[in-house]
């Protein structure tokens, strides 16, 4: 009989999740607003730790989306946007009619190539058409080279709306990911670090943005006792019983980062003693990853297919890593920056099971297909 299957990265409560949706419904506060959104909100920003102001929705694209009309950009706009990285932090470009102008990745972290940005930056301008915004990635919870980019994007005065959804618990340089952006977004996805089942959370450096943004989220409803609308609005929120399994899950995060590292650290063990293979790692002590997941690069495709079929046939799941964005179909036409270092990256990277709530038994069947195959 096939065991049971090992997924990727599956959610892990805490225990007290629980409480406080017993208590929205206890008191009806089933509406996205309420006790659940406000805490939440308060418990991001103290942890956060950087006079920064947090808006809970419905989720992470969400927050790009309101994130991107914040910052002005429209249709007929350009903005530029890390290739490498899920489709979720370059579609909202495409909702807007904007056109995404994709970035490839540098060899430390995965994360936008800074002087493939700057190139971009320097031929946008040349062509007429200043970037209206840089959306660079925290990929798999590995801090991007935010000095390198954010002194970039002064030089040419272009807002960074920074994609933290993978990288909550993560820092650079002492800290945390979700602040260094004119604008940041977070996810809480089921996947994610931690998890609302669904949402995001949008997090800007003024009282102001945050209530614009909340504002938008909520329908763009006047202040008028009857419904009247000035701007487009969206339906973006985050629900009061969605926030309450946030604050459950708040209690855990640190806890939750520390066991996604000791799982990074039981296949940084295993692989070191396989010169064959790259696991992506903080390049110095600067960088911090909650290491959301544990990404390896293999020698070939070919070799990264094999492994990822003997898992399958165990009843594990891995995944290729990111499919960068300019080499989608739907994203074919827009320009791109940068050399192959994404393209070789995809073709040969594989991410293994990560999850915080991974038993022994589980790390014992992974090790167990890593073993037959490396070792055979």
Sequence with gaps: MQQEKIWLSSPHMGGKEQKFVQEAFETNWVAPLGPNVNGFEQELEKYLNQNVFVGALSSGTAALHLGLILLGVKAGDEVICQSMTFSASANPIAYLGATPIFIDSEIDTWNMCPIALEEAIKDRISKGKKPKAIIPVHLYGMPAKMDEITAIANRYEIPV????????????????????????????????????????????????????????????????????????????????????????????????????????????????????????????????????????????????????????????????????????????????????????????????????????????????????????
Aim: with cysteine; proline share 3%; glycine share 6%.
């Design 161 to 376: 709306l920074e994609d933290s959804a993978e990288a909550l618990g993560s820092s650079y340089k002492g800290r945390k990911c979700g602040t260094f952006g004119a604008i940041s977004v977070l996810s809480f996805n089921g996947n994610k670090i931690i998890t609302t089942s669904g949402g995001g959370a949008i997090v800007a450096r003024t009282k102001e943005l945050k209530d614009k943004a909340v504002f938008l989220s909520t329908q763009a409803r006047d202040n008028a006792p009857h419904y009247q609308h000035s701007q487009i609005g969206y339906n973006y929120r985050m629900s009061n019983i969605c926030a309450g399994i946030g604050r459950g899950q708040m209690e855990v995060l640190d806890l939750h980062v520390s066991l996604r590292r000791k799982i990074h650290q039981f296949y940084i063990d295993f692989f070191s003693t396989v010169d064959s293979v790259k696991v992506l790692h903080e390049p110095t002590a600067d960088y911090y990853s909650n290491h959301w997941l544990t990404a390896i690069v293999l020698e070939s495709y070919e070799k990264r297919e094999t492994l990822r079929l003997a898992f399958e046939q165990a009843n594990i799941e891995t995944r290729p890593l990111w499919k960068p964005m300019h080499l989608q179909p739907v994203f074919e036409k827009s320009p791109y920056y940068g050399t192959t270092v994404s393209e070789e990256l995809f073709n040969n990277g594989l991410c293994l099971p990560s999850g915080s709530n991974l038993s022994e038994n589980e790390q014992n069947r992974i090790l167990s297909v890593l073993n037959c195959f490396f070792m055979k």
